[in-house]
């Protein structure tokens, strides 16, 4: 069974901050909703994992306690150890024989050696290691990490998406916030927000096929509103011709707010 919001809509006073969005959550599946400040992600996220907010839309999600979430900050208890942490996610959940798949967890995020520290004393990035591996120890049907990567060490970042492929290797739906591009190419959907609306949604290789136009590297940009930077040189887009192979999701996320304010 696949999970997920049909025409969600969700409004703080009168601010829309999710407008019509629809996302299917397929078991097995990593997907990333991507997007800047202000994009909708976060409210998203809230709503899948189950977090009550006032809202428009249909949603079919798992029942209580088959939902795996990291906030975009904490998910760890600071003044326990990090073995105490899975003690209690253990002991909250009810499980039996955890002690096992914890350990796999913690290995396969690289903190198994520091079960004794206070979560408090870790380091960011292994942090958000650990909420990861107590979301992950139920062993939910749907895994929601919000900006879990955001500000880590490049290791910590390698070791949290061997923890999401491995969710999904197993059978979870997983869904991820992320503004990193980079990482919305390893997800098998993406679904790009701006300013609450849907821009794109679907595969990678689907939304960078489906992008309106052609982007190219040019040292100076005919049309300065269409350009942006790209290391030493800089990425223009054109209104002529189709997306080519060198047309990465980062381009269709610029193109896409391009077109959604204004710059037709």
Same mark, same amino acid.
């Given at each position: 069974?696949?999970?997920?919001?049909?025409?969600?809509? /969700?409004?703080?006073?009168? @601010?829309?901050? !999710?407008?019509?969005? %629809?996302?299917?959550?397929?078991?097995?599946? /990593?997907?990333?909703?991507?997007?800047?400040?202000?994009?909708? @992600?976060?409210?998203? &996220?809230?709503?899948?994992?189950?977090?009550?907010?006032?809202?428009?839309?249909? !949603?079919?999600?798992?029942?209580?306690?088959?939902?795996?979430?990291?906030?975009?900050?904490?998910?760890?208890?600071?003044? &326990?150890?990090?073995? +105490?942490?899975?003690?209690?996610?253990?002991?909250?959940?009810?499980?039996?024989?955890?002690?096992?798949?914890?350990?796999?967890?913690? +290995? %396969?995020?690289?903190?198994?050696?520091?079960?004794?520290?206070?979560?408090?004393?870790?380091?960011?990035?292994?942090?958000? @290691?650990?909420?990861?591996?107590?979301?992950?120890?139920?062993?939910?049907?749907?895994? /929601?990490?919000?900006?879990?990567?955001?500000?880590?060490?490049?290791?910590?970042?390698?070791? &949290?998406?061997?923890?999401?492929?491995?969710?999904? #290797?197993?059978?979870?739906?997983?869904? /991820?916030?992320?503004?990193?591009?980079? +990482?919305?190419?390893?997800?098998?959907?993406?679904?790009?927000?701006?300013?609450? @609306?849907?821009? #794109?949604?679907? %595969?990678?290789?689907?939304?960078?096929? #489906?992008?309106?136009?052609?982007?190219?590297?040019?040292?100076?940009?005919? +049309?300065?509103?269409?350009?942006?930077?790209?290391?030493? %040189?800089?990425?223009?887009?054109?209104?002529?011709?189709?997306?080519?192979?060198?047309?990465?999701?980062?381009?269709?996320?610029?193109?896409?707010?391009?077109?959604?304010?204004?710059?037709?």
């Amino acid at each position: 069974m696949s999970w997920g919001v049909s025409d969600l809509t /969700v409004r703080f006073g009168h @601010k829309v901050a !999710l407008d019509h969005v %629809s996302l299917e959550l397929e078991p097995g599946v /990593v997907h990333v909703a991507v997007g800047g400040d202000g994009a909708g @992600k976060t409210t998203l &996220l809230r709503v899948v994992a189950g977090i009550g907010l006032d809202h428009d839309g249909v !949603l079919r999600l798992p029942g209580p306690g088959r939902t795996g979430y990291v906030p975009p900050q904490g998910g760890v208890f600071v003044d &326990l150890t990090v073995d +105490e942490n899975m003690e209690f996610i253990a002991d909250a959940y009810r499980l039996s024989g955890w002690k096992h798949r914890a350990r796999t967890l913690l +290995e %396969s995020a690289a903190i198994a050696d520091f079960g004794d520290r206070l979560a408090g004393h870790l380091s960011g990035g292994q942090r958000r @290691k650990l909420a990861g591996s107590m979301a992950l120890l139920p062993e939910p049907d749907l895994l /929601v990490l919000d900006e879990v990567t955001t500000g880590v060490d490049p290791v910590s970042r390698m070791d &949290l998406w061997r923890l999401i492929a491995g969710a999904a #290797a197993g059978g979870a739906a997983v869904l /991820v916030a992320t503004s990193y591009l980079d +990482e919305a190419e390893r997800a098998g959907r993406v679904l790009l927000l701006h300013d609450g @609306k849907t821009l #794109a949604a679907g %595969s990678p290789a689907h939304v960078r096929e #489906a992008m309106k136009g052609s982007v190219s590297d040019v040292a100076t940009p005919d +049309e300065p509103a269409h350009a942006w930077r790209h290391g030493r %040189s800089w990425r223009e887009w054109h209104r002529d011709g189709t997306p080519g192979p060198g047309t990465t999701l980062e381009d269709v996320a610029i193109v896409a707010e391009l077109q959604a304010t204004g710059g037709q």
